[in-house]
């Protein structure tokens, strides 16, 4: 039977992975990640997992050495955050190139400097022209079950791409709350053996993995990377839809709070989708006709289903928990691009929110929406700065 | 453990095909063969960044008939460590059944300095692998510019000799030694003119059970300025100079080997590091009288260490 247990959202993450108990685990200590390779390192010693726990000397070899383990036709898994996948940088987009699909928690956090170790991000948003799938989480629940289906997405024969599960650094790391459980057989059952594609230690067929391309095959490349994006939100539905069938529980590639009949919609990620719900609840009480989105995934983007949600709507608010600091908030552009294409193209409002812990509550949110509809707010609003 | 005579060698498979593009009288092609010789079981093999990777891997080619990886320049170790880590998982599951011997191959640069961390931490944690530097002193696949491994005096793209420089400033980083102090089970220096010290060595390494690290001197005509067909001579002259001597560590226990030993034993003769200076034109502007010094230095250095590793091999 499924339970209901109290936890946080690393030690759910752990939790996920040990029912999946993964071939191989490299990873490396940062803050607010560590207590998931702590815990998943307790299950090694006592044998509660048979994964090979390697505990590597950065976040740059954690990677690399997750990389060839998985190109070698091993399940693996990691898990870093901020200055973490900042330094692992150079082999994310290595690791999507070469197709292998290895999954990855991100807890996460501001990116230095100044030092913050706060939850924004900045982490997850300098590694998404990486070529990862993304998929973000609002609750210790989601963070938990996007674990378990991440493998499914990423390693479909169609898709072979690595994943990021993103969870909010220390709002979900750190919270403990009431989460129900799938079976550890469920888990297996539904993640299923892992077959990989051209496993490298196949003596019998040597393969070359990670050759050098010139201008003739590099771009090829990079396109048939596209196409498997695009397979991936197909799959990523399939996989969802069968989740629902296991627990019940119903996910989208976008998903909706009131937005049908709402003439303002906002687009949030991560936790904030659960401060933004109450937000709106609030605003609906007093009669302004709101609702609130958060794209599950991030990679590949959810265009269409976005465009659909932003159809016929008078305005919709943007809010980024990070800043390209020159431009706006690196998921404004992107929803803006999403609306190009409707008949009517509602007014676009962006809201930078939340940066490196920065409060992030309700009352914030109610006076940012309030200045839309009271037509007074600017094209990109810093909530909450101090000046 | 395979014979070593040719006859039997010969027979080995071939797993760094003919066909790649390495320059005429580069010695990495030879090494790399030498070392896979080493190998009785099946070997995978991992390149980090640099000449041997670039000339070996062209997509949509390969000079490689064994399983094969490439990720990026400083991190040959943990890509190595990451088969390794994944045949244990496997071979643990009965899903590989067989033996596997894995090898990493990486330049200086990859090795004395980007890739030195990654390194540093894969023989900490004791991967069963076999990590071999193919040394050939400088960044050569950008285009000749200083390593840590680069020797004082020789002449790089960003160590020019000019007006108030004798070349590059500082001696070469013992790396050698920093990789015996991890206490790992097996370390060595080999040089590919002899090919029946390395080919042992490379046994030797893969049967050490544990982290293994070898040093190749990899002759370079490009950067060095020498003549394409000297390669094997200049690899025989760093060795007879004691500038590369042949040495290996058994769990601690040094000792010298090849031409080294006899060296040592008064069997033969130390030739002066003179000769290995006048036979490459990275080092022909030292021959200008001012620049005597450099040379006088670079014969006290490689004294020094030869010495010390004498009383090493006497322990």
Known sequence: MPQDIAINGDNAV??????????????????????????????????????????????????????????????????????????????LPITA???????????????????????????AMAARDCGWLMLFSENVQEAYDMSIVAPRIAEHHSVQLPCMVNLDGFVLTHAIERMTMVDTQDVKNFVGEHQPLYPLLDTKHPVSHGNMDGPDYYYPHKYQSVQAMLKALEV???????????????????????????????????????????????????????????????????????????????????FDKHLSIGSYGPMFPEVVAAASDLEKLPKMYNVIYGLGGADATVAGFEKSLKAVVDGKAEKIHYLGVRL | MTSLALKDLQKLPVRLTSGHRLCAGCAESIIA????????????????????????????????????????????????????????????????????????????GATYDIGLQALSGAMERGHRMLYVCLNNEAYMNTGIQRSSA?????????????????????????????????????????????????????????????PAFINALSPCPRGWRFASDQTIAMAKLGVETCVWPLFEVVDGKYELTGESARIADGKAQKKPVMDWITSQGRYKHLLQDKWEPVIEQMQAEVDRRWNKLIKLSEL
């Open chain 1, 97 to 123: 190139a070469m197709r292998v699909p290895l999954i990855m928690a991100v807890a996460n956090r501001a990116v230095s400097g100044p030092i913050n170790i706060n939850n924004d991000h900045g982490d």
């Open chain 2, 33 to 108: 063969k030498q070392i896979l010789m080493g190998s009785e079981d099946e070997v995978a093999v991992s390149l980090s960044t640099g000449c041997f990777e670039v000339s070996t891997t062209v997509f949509p080619y390969t000079s490689w008939n064994t399983p094969y990886i490439h990720t990026a320049f400083g991190n040959g170790a943990a890509t190595c460590a990451g088969l390794e880590t994944a045949y244990n998982a496997l071979h643990k599951k009965g899903k590989i059944q067989e033996n596997i011997n894995f090898v990493n191959f990486a330049g200086d």
């Open chain 1, 14 to 91: 752990a939790l996920a992975w040990k029912q999946i108990d993964p071939d191989v685990c490299a990873a490396y200590p940062i803050t607010p990640q560590t207590i998931i390779v702590e815990k998943f390192a307790e299950y090694v010693a006592n044998a509660e997992v048979s994964t090979e726990f390697v505990c590597v000397e950065s976040e740059h070899s954690a990677l690399t050495l997750c990389t060839s383990s998985a190109s070698a036709g091993a399940r693996t898994f990691t898990a870093t955050a901020s200055q973490g996948l900042a330094y692992m940088w150079e082999m």
């Open chain 2, 150 to 210: 680069t020797t004082i005096g020789a002449q790089t793209t960003t160590s020019w000799p000019g007006s108030v420089s004798s070349g590059k400033k500082e001696f070469s980083k013992d790396l050698t030694q920093i990789m015996v102090a991890h206490n790992i089970p097996y370390v060595a220096q080999v040089s590919p003119h002899n090919w029946r010290d390395t080919v042992t060595k490379a046994q030797k390494a893969f049967n050490c059970g544990g």
């Open chain 1, 236 to 318: 990523t539905r399939e996989v969802f839809k069968e989740f629902k069938d296991l627990t019940g529980r119903e996910y989208h590639l976008v998903e909706e709070y009131r937005c049908d009949d709402a003439e303002y919609v906002v687009v949030v990620l991560g936790s904030s989708f659960g401060t933004m719900k109450a937000t709106v609840d609030m605003l609906r009480e007093s009669g302004i006709k709101v609702g609130c989105a958060m794209p599950r995934i991030f990679r590949p983007w959810p265009m269409e289903d976005l465009a659909k949600m932003m159809e016929g709507k008078k305005a919709v608010i943007v």
